[in-house]
C-alpha cells in the first residue's frame, strides 16, 4: 500500500506543473489521480495537525473564504481548497499541495470548504477538530432530495470526537450529529423578521419531536428563524454567538457571546452574509481569538459579491444577478433581494440550465416551489422570459398573478433582449444560471449595449 | 366546491403543492388544509378532490400513523367515487409496506398490495411520458424507491421512462377515482388534458383552465421534446 500511495502521491505532483503549463490550475486533477491510483488515498496523505471543515447549502464559500482571509491576515499559514473544488477530490488535491514528496505535512491548519454529499466520501479519512454548518435549505431535487436527508447525511459521517459549529436559526442543520459537542449562532430579532411564512418552502412547519404545529418568535425566510412547539414545549437551541442589534442603515452589528460583546461594521447589508459574518465571528472566537482580534482581522477581508454585478449604461442600471439554476431556493432568496432594491425594474429570466437541455430536458419542479410572486410587483414594470424553458417561466409568472401584458417570451437569450422596454432611470436584472455564464456574458454586453444607444438617444 | 390538501406541513415537497393552487385558480374552488393532529375533512364533509404530495422519508412514516384511523374512510370514498390524487412517494404510503437497504420494513396502511424498495444512496431522477385513455401524460421522477410485488390497475401506461418500478410499463395505481402516481411535481400545471380530466371526474361538465393558452403551450411543446427519439430519458 506505501508503495502504491507513494506512486499516487508523486503522480498527483507530477501532474500540478503539467497543468500550470496548459494553465489549467486549479482543477481537481491531481487528487483525481491520486485517488484513482490509490483509492485510500486521503487515508495515507499527512494531514496538518488542525483541520476545520465548513459546509451547508448556503455561504459554505463566503465563510471558508473569510476565515481563511482572517487568519492569514494574523499571519498564519493555512493549507486550503478555495482554488480547487469542495468535493473529495479537491480536499486530496489541497491535501497533496499540503505535504513534501515523502508525504511530510507542510502546514499545521487546515480551513477546508466541504460538500455535503461528499462528507461520506471525506470524513472517514480527514477529521476535522472543528466542523461548520451554516445552514441546511433544499437545493437540487434531483441530486440532493430533501434538506433532511443531506442532515442524515452528514449525521453519518462527521466523525463523533468533532466539535460542532451550528445555526441555532435552522432546525435541520442544528439538529445534525446530536452527540457531538456543538455551540450556536444566530441572529436575534431584526426589524424586519415576521411570524408567518410568506415562502413557498418551508422545510419545518411541523415540530420534530411531536408534530406539532411549530410557531415562531420571529422567522427571517423560509425555515430560519426562532420556532417553538405550543404542544410539547420544544424550541431552538440558545445562542452561543450572537448578533444583535443588526443596523443595516449604519452597517453596524453588536456581537455578543458568554466572554463579552463588541460592535462590528457589517460586511454586507444581505441578510445571508450577516449570517455569514456571526458565524465566522463564532468560529474565530471558539478558535480562541479575542473580540478585539477579531475586529481586527474583519476589518482587512471583504466578500466577493460576484453574484450580483452592477454596470451604468447610460441612465439605465443593468445588473446580472446569479440565481441557481434548478435550485428554488436560492432563485427565490434572489428574487426577494432584487424586489426590495430601490426604483422600476425589468427583469430578465434565464437560468435554464443548459447542461440538462442538451441531454435531456431539465426538470422544472423547482419552478413550482420557488417564489415566483415576489416578482408580482409594481415596481416590476416588465419581464422577458426567455431560452428553453422560457415558457415555462411564463406559465409560472402567470400562476404567481403577472398580469400577461407585463410578460413577453422570446426563445432566443439574444433577440430576447431586444424586447427590453430601457425605460430611462430603471434597472435592468438579468437573471441567470450557473452553467450559462458564458451565454450571460453576451446577453449582458448586448443589454448595456442597448441601453447606452437607447437612453442617450432619449 | 372544495379540495382539500392532506397534511402539507410533511408533504410539500418538488412543487407538489402548487398543482393545488392552480387546480383552485382554475375551477374556484376552496382549499381546507388537514394539519398531522387534525381529523381529514372528507371524514366529515363534502370533499371533491382530496390531493397529497411528496413527502420526505420521515414525512412517509409520520402520514402513515397520522392517517391510519382514516384508511376505512377512505376505503369508503373510494367505493363512492370520491376523487383522490397522490403523488410521489406519498403513493408508497398506501401500500403493503417498505423495505429499507439496511433490512429493515415498515408497514404501511395496505390499500394495495405493492410494496417499496427504498434505496437511498441510488436516486432514480427521469423524465416520463405515459398515456391515460387518449391523451399523453408528461412530468418528473426524481425518487429513492420503487414499487414492486402484486401489480394493481395501472393509473398510466408507459411510453418512455419506469412505471411503478423500471421493469414494468403500467404507472402508477388507479382504484376507482383514487389516483396514485411517482410522475411527482406540477403533474397538473403542465399536462392541461389530466387537468380537464381531472375536473370532470370531480363533476365539472365543462372544465376550464386558468391560462390555459400558455398551459397548453407548455404542454406542447414539452411533449414534443419528449417525443424526440435522441432525448435522453434517465439522468
Given at each position: 500500500m506505501r508503495l502504491r500511495f507513494l506512486l499516487a502521491l508523486w503522480?498527483?505532483?507530477?501532474?500540478?506543473?503539467?497543468l500550470k503549463i496548459t494553465k489549467h490550475n486549479g482543477t481537481n486533477y491531481p487528487g483525481e489521480l491520486a485517488i484513482k491510483i490509490c483509492p485510500e488515498f486521503l487515508k495515507y496523505v499527512k494531514k496538518p495537525k488542525r483541520i476545520i471543515t465548513v459546509t451547508g447549502t448556503n455561504g459554505k464559500t463566503t465563510v471558508s473564504n473569510l476565515i481563511i482571509d482572517s487568519l492569514e491576515s494574523t499571519g498564519m499559514k493555512v493549507l486550503n481548497n478555495r482554488a480547487g473544488s469542495n468535493i473529495n477530490s479537491g480536499v486530496a488535491t489541497a491535501l497533496i499541495n499540503g505535504v513534501g514528496l515523502f508525504n511530510r505535512a507542510k502546514y499545521d491548519l487546515a480551513v477546508l470548504e466541504v460538500d455535503e454529499r461528499s462528507s461520506k466520501k471525506i470524513y472517514p479519512y480527514v477529521k476535522p477538530e472543528i466542523t461548520i454548518i451554516t445552514n441546511l435549505f433544499r437545493d437540487s431535487i434531483m441530486r440532493n432530495a430533501h434538506p433532511g436527508y443531506?442532515?442524515?447525511?452528514?449525521?453519518?459521517s462527521i466523525p463523533p470526537e468533532t466539535k460542532l459549529i451550528l445555526n441555532a436559526d435552522d432546525l435541520i442543520s442544528s439538529a445534525v450529529a446530536p452527540n457531538n459537542e456543538r455551540v450556536y449562532f444566530g441572529i436575534d430579532r431584526m426589524d424586519t423578521d415576521v411570524t408567518e411564512c410568506i415562502n413557498l418552502i418551508n422545510d419545518v412547519r411541523v415540530c420534530p419531536k411531536c408534530g406539532g404545529s411549530l410557531k415562531y418568535e420571529y422567522l427571517r425566510y423560509h425555515h430560519i428563524g426562532k420556532a417553538y412547539c405550543e404542544d410539547c414545549g420544544f424550541k431552538s437551541p440558545e445562542y452561543d454567538y450572537v448578533a444583535k442589534d443588526v443596523d443595516i442603515d449604519?452597517?453596524?452589528?453588536?456581537?455578543?457571546?458568554?466572554?463579552?460583546?463588541?460592535?462590528?461594521?457589517?460586511?454586507?447589508?444581505?441578510?445571508?452574509?450577516?449570517?455569514?459574518m456571526i458565524t465566522v465571528i463564532a468560529f474565530l472566537r471558539e478558535f480562541g481569538m479575542s473580540h478585539e482580534e477579531v475586529h481586527a482581522c474583519l476589518e482587512k477581508v471583504h466578500i466577493v459579491?460576484?453574484?450580483?454585478?452592477?454596470?451604468?449604461?447610460?441612465?439605465?442600471?443593468?445588473?446580472?444577478?446569479?440565481?441557481?439554476?434548478?435550485?428554488?431556493?436560492?432563485?427565490?432568496?434572489?428574487?426577494d433581494y432584487v424586489v426590495q432594491q430601490p426604483g422600476k425594474k425589468e427583469i430578465f429570466l434565464m437560468m435554464n440550465n443548459f447542461s440538462d437541455e442538451k441531454k435531456w430536458s431539465e426538470n422544472t419542479c423547482w419552478m413550482y416551489d420557488c417564489d415566483f410572486e415576489f416578482l408580482n410587483d409594481e415596481d416590476v414594470t416588465h419581464i422577458v422570459a426567455t431560452g428553453p424553458r422560457g415558457k415555462d417561466y411564463r406559465?409560472?409568472?402567470?400562476?404567481?398573478?403577472?398580469?400577461?401584458?407585463?410578460?413577453d417570451f422570446v426563445s432566443d437569450e439574444l433577440e430576447a433582449v431586444e424586447k427590453l422596454h430601457f425605460e430611462p432611470h430603471t434597472s435592468i436584472y438579468i437573471f441567470y444560471g450557473t452553467d450559462a455564464l458564458a451565454l450571460m456574458g453576451k446577453v449582458k454586453d448586448k443589454t448595456i449595449a442597448l441601453a447606452t444607444q437607447y437612453t442617450e438617444r432619449g | 366546491m372544495k379540495i382539500e390538501l392532506l397534511y402539507p406541513g410533511v408533504a410539500n415537497l418538488y412543487g407538489d403543492l402548487m398543482n393545488v393552487r392552480y387546480m383552485a385558480q382554475c375551477t374556484g374552488a376552496e382549499v381546507v388544509e388537514t394539519g398531522i393532529k387534525d381529523t381529514p375533512h372528507f371524514t366529515y364533509e363534502d370533499i371533491d378532490l382530496v390531493y397529497m404530495g411528496c413527502t420526505t422519508e420521515k414525512g412517509q412514516s409520520l402520514i402513515r400513523d397520522a392517517f391510519r384511523p382514516y384508511v376505512d374512510a377512505l376505503d369508503q370514498r373510494i367505493d363512492e367515487g370520491g376523487v383522490t390524487l397522490v403523488t410521489g412517494n406519498a403513493l408508497e404510503i398506501f401500500g403493503q409496506r417498505i423495505d429499507n437497504e439496511d433490512g429493515s420494513s415498515e408497514e404501511m396502511l395496505g390499500l394495495y398490495n405493492t410494496y417499496a424498495r427504498r434505496r437511498m444512496m441510488n436516486r432514480y431522477n427521469s423524465l416520463y411520458l405515459g398515456m391515460l385513455t387518449d391523451f399523453e401524460i408528461i412530468g418528473f421522477k426524481s425518487q429513492?424507491?420503487?414499487?414492486?410485488?402484486?401489480?394493481?390497475?395501472?393509473?398510466?401506461?408507459?411510453?418512455?421512462?419506469?412505471g411503478l418500478n423500471p421493469d414494468v410499463t403500467g404507472e402508477g395505481i388507479?382504484?376507482?377515482n383514487f389516483m396514485a402516481t411517482y410522475v411527482e411535481g406540477p403533474i397538473l400545471i403542465i399536462n392541461p388534458l389530466f387537468n380537464k380530466y381531472v375536473q370532470k371526474l370531480m363533476g365539472i361538465e365543462v372544465p376550464v383552465l386558468a391560462y390555459e393558452k400558455a398551459a397548453m403551450d407548455v404542454y406542447k411543446t414539452r411533449l414534443a421534446e419528449f417525443k424526440e427519439p435522441t432525448r435522453g430519458f434517465i439522468y
Open positions: 503522480m498527483a505532483k507530477l501532474s500540478i506543473p503539467a443531506i442532515a442524515d447525511f452528514l449525521t453519518d449604519e452597517m453596524t452589528l453588536t456581537a455578543s457571546d458568554k466572554g463579552g460583546s463588541m460592535s462590528y461594521t457589517l460586511i454586507s447589508d444581505s441578510v445571508f452574509n450577516i449570517y455569514n459579491e460576484s453574484r450580483y454585478q452592477l454596470t451604468r449604461a447610460g441612465t439605465v442600471d443593468v445588473v446580472v444577478q446569479m440565481a441557481k439554476d434548478r435550485n428554488a431556493l436560492a432563485c427565490s432568496r434572489a428574487m406559465l409560472r409568472l402567470l400562476i404567481a398573478g403577472v398580469p400577461d401584458k407585463k410578460i | 429513492f424507491s420503487h414499487s414492486y410485488g402484486e401489480m394493481p390497475t395501472p393509473l398510466f401506461e408507459t411510453i418512455r421512462g419506469a388507479r382504484i376507482n
